[in-house]
Antibody, heavy 120, light 109 residues
Framework: QLQLQESGSGLVKPSQTLSLTCAVS??????????WSWIRQPPGKGLEWIGY???????YYNPSLKSRVTISVDRSKNQFSLKLSSVTAADTAVYYC????????????WGQGTLVTVSS | EIVMTQSPATLSVSPGERATLSCRAS??????LAWYQQKPGQAPRLLIY???TRATGIPARFSGSGSGTEFTLTISSLQSEDFAVYYC???????????FGGGTKVEIK
């Protein structure tokens, strides 16, 4: 069973870049048939898909965030990462990493989430 | 962007009763619709995909129906652990532009 764990800075200044990592255990990030996603949830609000990456390295992003987002994979560490540039207070949220196994565009396994606050 | 609208925003139900949650898409998503359950302080959990297929380990009291633009999640007899927020998600587009509904909170009446 896959397990995912987010890590990274919990406080980011406006205009800077948010960086998070998701460590994967119980499976290989290089295995075919999986997608590796980032999803966020502002406090008290709903879910927003940020983007995902396949084992092949192909990436797909939410069109509304595409200009600011980069998702990448580090196979040597069995982890994947999120970078979100030029952040504002509107980017304050709990950020989840997740994996699609049943379908690439579903989220079968989730990390516990990490709160990122954008503030000076 | 496909907009997903869930109703009602809050549903008050007594334990043992049936709960019916609705999700509407702004354009057809065929059967490419999933439901998630989220409890306070936890990550969401996949319940249903393909509009009506239960994910692994999901109890039979959860059922989904619908296609096109109108979808329903039914919880046949609410248990205490079912009080939570439920989200629908469409995955019909290619390239993917995945979107969630705003959620329905199922609370104890």
């Amino acid at each position: 069973q896959l397990q995912l764990q987010e890590s990274g800075s919990g406080l980011v200044k406006p205009s800077q870049t948010l960086s998070l990592t998701c460590a994967v255990s119980g499976g290989s990030i290089s295995s075919g048939g999986y997608s590796w996603s980032w999803i966020r949830q502002p406090p008290g609000k709903g879910l927003e898909w940020i983007g995902y990456i396949y084992h092949s390295g192909s990436t797909y992003y939410n069109p509304s965030l595409k200009s600011r987002v980069t998702i990448s994979v580090d196979r040597s560490k069995n982890q994947f990462s999120l970078k979100l540039s030029s952040v504002t207070a509107a980017d304050t949220a709990v950020y989840y990493c997740a994996s699609g196994v049943t379908r690439f565009s579903l989220f079968d396994y989730w990390g516990q989430g990490t709160l990122v606050t954008v503030s000076s | 962007e496909i907009v997903m609208t869930q109703s009602p925003a809050t549903l008050s139900v007594s334990p043992g009763e049936r709960a019916t949650l609705s999700c509407r898409a702004s354009q057809s998503v065929s059967s490419n619709l999933a439901w998630y359950q989220q409890k306070p302080g936890q990550a969401p959990r996949l319940l249903i995909y393909g509009a009506s297929t239960r994910a692994t380990g999901i109890p039979a009291r959860f059922s989904g129906s619908g296609s096109g633009t109108e979808f329903t999640l039914t919880i046949s007899s609410l248990q205490s652990e079912d009080f939570a927020v439920y989200y629908c998600q469409q995955y019909n587009n290619w390239p993917p532009a995945l979107t969630f509904g705003g959620g329905t909170k199922v609370e104890i009446k």
